[in-house]
């Protein structure tokens, strides 16, 4: 065996050597992340600067999806402002069209009626499970869990398919409406929904066998991307994301609206602050999601009457409910306005072109989405239209702490932080 | 503690609170915002330690033309209060709260980006949502809205404020 040979300075081709010393460089390596990139739920940017495989920097640079839905809404009717802010956060349209609603009547000074308003809850619960599956759908096929995947989108169906029965509509349903919700529970509804909730628990289950002793799932998740309850505090996290650092900030207890003093349900808490945690508590919600709907449904089998506020002003007209082709429609009123009444179709007339007339003031009303606080501004100059709406989105928020979670972590990481935080970018860009 | 108590609580510190829809508003001078803020958030029993959100309403003609509005909420005790200040057309800008609450970096980037409002001493003032070359704050009432060019022998569509609606 000869000597080993002498490690000797080898023609630098790549240029990893300084010419002029021969020392290695070690400069930092900037790439984009995104905005296309299947891992980045949308259109989301981010500059990172590398030090090897370590984050040392990251810049999220958002706006990509940005659609002028808050200066769209100052020029239609307030009515039709419901249609525009659903299309915000698209995966929990239900909580978008709750908070504006919410808030247009609170200046208007009127409440909708009790079923309504039971309806409202019940279609928001459900709705924040297809969120929470959306999520861990697309969380496990970026961790490569793909059966999970599946399966998270397989029960969303179910959930979609409810909510086509419901509203007429899959996504963007526009069915909460200022005074109230569009249109009653069809005939079918409770059955369907029902066996939803005997479905889901056993379902959950499954997740929860496949993924929380999983080595795997939990190599990905524990520890990755750390967040602590102070540094989250200050960067306005909400949501799970603030609840597996510890803090049970949840607004259906601190703050209720609709009646969610009533219910019974618990926060999850965890207090770890990593990605294995805010998965723990996304999972959990789900569970008293379930809880809450199952009381929602009992009590509107309980409580009859109109699902629209008996005020001319201010209630949508027709009675409308879901037909066989999907769309909603009121045959009688139809028949009522242009047949019999010449008032009737002057009131529709106005309804429909000018809509509600909402006195000044203004009022920030908040709900607790799938991801966080969703806050509307809403201003009024006592017109027809809104003067401002501001949208308080969760997703942009949250998207804010996303440096605090990736730097000093590994690339690989950046992956499962960014679905831990769970951004919308619907909801980002507005 | 209920809104009325809160009401009267923020009134020590500032003289101009209001309650409406149950909902209480705090108008504060803009040399005074930060020390109000930081009052706000220390004080014990008021404690609004949580900056939901920044944004600003426009009023052209009228003096103050931008009210800038806070919102803050309180997690110990479960309440909430809005900040607002009023600034003039050609005077729009004010501190920043950033060394308060880092997550007003956000907001307050995207309230420059709609309206010009300009946080003085904030970390990296840029547009947010709208491209970095984009000309003009498109929420200010006064931008023009712009008309959307058809196919249909070079006719286009007005802008939505000239359609005769409601």
Same mark, same amino acid.
């Given at each position: ?26 400069? *930092? ?16 940017? !981010? ?17 990509? !999806?940005? *659609? ?58 459900? +709705? =924040? ?26 029960? =969303? ?39 939803? !909730? ?22 990905? +998740? ?48 965890? *207090? ?14 789900? =569970? ?10 009992? =009590? ?76 509307? !501004? ?53 | ?62 003096? @103050? ?92 569509? @007005? ?8």
């Amino acid at each position: 065996m000869g000597e080993a040979p002498e490690m000797t300075t080898a023609p630098d081709a790549a240029g990893f050597r300084d010419p002029a010393t021969g020392e290695l460089r070690q400069e *930092t390596m900037i790439i984009n992340m995104g905005p296309q990139h299947p891992s980045t739920h949308g259109v989301l940017r !981010l500059v990172l600067e590398l030090d090897g495989e370590t984050v040392i920097r990251c810049k999220p640079v958002v706006g990509y !999806l940005h *659609t002028g839905i808050e200066k769209n809404t100052e020029y239609r009717t307030w009515m039709q402002g419901v249609t525009y802010v659903t299309r915000a956060d698209y995966l929990s349209p239900f909580f978008n069209e709750l908070a504006y609603c919410l808030g247009v009547e609170r200046l208007l000074g009127v409440e909708a009626p009790e079923r309504a308003t039971l309806i409202r809850i019940l279609v928001c619960e459900l +709705n =924040r499970i297809t969120s929470h599956l959306v999520w861990l759908a697309t969380s496990g096929l970026e961790l490569g869990a793909v059966s999970v995947m599946l399966y998270g989108f397989r029960e =969303r169906e179910v959930i979609m398919e409810i909510f086509e029965a419901i509203t007429g509509l899959r996504m963007n349903h526009a069915y909460i409406r200022i005074g109230g919700v569009v249109m009653d529970l069809p005939e079918e509804g409770p059955g369907k929904i029902r066996r939803l !909730l005997d479905l889901l628990p056993r379902r959950i289950d499954e997740y929860e066998t496949l993924l929380h002793d999983n080595p795997i799932w939990r190599e990905r +998740n524990e520890g990755v991307g750390v967040l602590t309850s102070e540094r989250a505090l200050a960067l306005g996290v909400t949501g799970p994301a603030l609840r597996a650092t510890g803090i049970g900030a949840d607004l259906r207890k601190d703050i209720p609206y609709c009646g969610y003093e009533s219910f019974d349900f618990d926060v999850p808490v965890r *207090t770890e602050g990593d990605a294995y945690a805010r998965y723990v508590v996304r999972l959990a919600e789900m =569970r008293e999601s379930l809880k809450i709907a199952r009381q929602a449904l009992e =009590r509107i089998e309980e409580t009859p009457g109109p699902v629209m506020i008996d005020d001319p002003k201010v209630g949508w007209p027709p009675r409308l409910s879901v037909g066989p082709d999907g769309i909603g429609n009121d045959p009688e009123y139809l028949r009522h306005i242009m047949e019999e009444s010449m008032e009737a179709l002057i009131h529709h007339f106005k309804m429909v072109t000018q809509g509600v007339e909402v006195p000044a003031g203004e009022v920030f009303s908040a709900v607790e989405s799938p991801r966080g606080e969703l806050g509307y !501004l809403i201003v009024s100059d006592g017109g027809h239209r809104p003067y401002r709406v501001k949208i308080r989105d969760p997703s942009f928020v949250n998207l804010q702490a996303l440096p605090a979670l990736i730097e000093g972590y590994l690339v690989a990481d950046t992956v499962a932080s960014v679905a831990s935080l769970d951004p919308v970018l619907g909801g980002v860009d507005r | 503690m209920n809104v009325d108590g809160l009401a009267r609580k923020i009134g020590e510190r500032v003289p101009d609170v209001l309650v409406a829809r149950g909902e209480v508003t705090a108008v504060v001078e803009r040399e005074q915002l930060v020390e109000t803020l930081a009052w706000l958030r220390d004080q014990p029993d008021v404690a609004l330690d949580f900056l939901s959100s920044v944004t600003a309403t426009h009023w052209p003609d009228v003096d @103050p033309a931008f009210w800038v509005d806070y919102e803050l909420r309180s997690f110990p005790h479960k309440h909430r209060a809005r900040v607002k200040v009023g600034l003039s057309e050609g005077n729009a800008h004010l501190s920043s709260v950033t060394p308060l609450f880092p997550t007003a970096e956000w907001h307050e980037r995207e309230t420059f980006d709609f309206y010009g409002i300009v946080f003085d001493g904030h970390p990296d003032l840029t547009r947010i949502l709208l491209p970095d070359d984009w000309e003009g704050y498109p929420l200010r009432k006064d931008e023009s809205l712009g008309g959307v060019p058809t196919w249909f022998h070079g006719a286009t569509m @007005p802008p939505v404020d000239e359609r005769g609606m409601a």
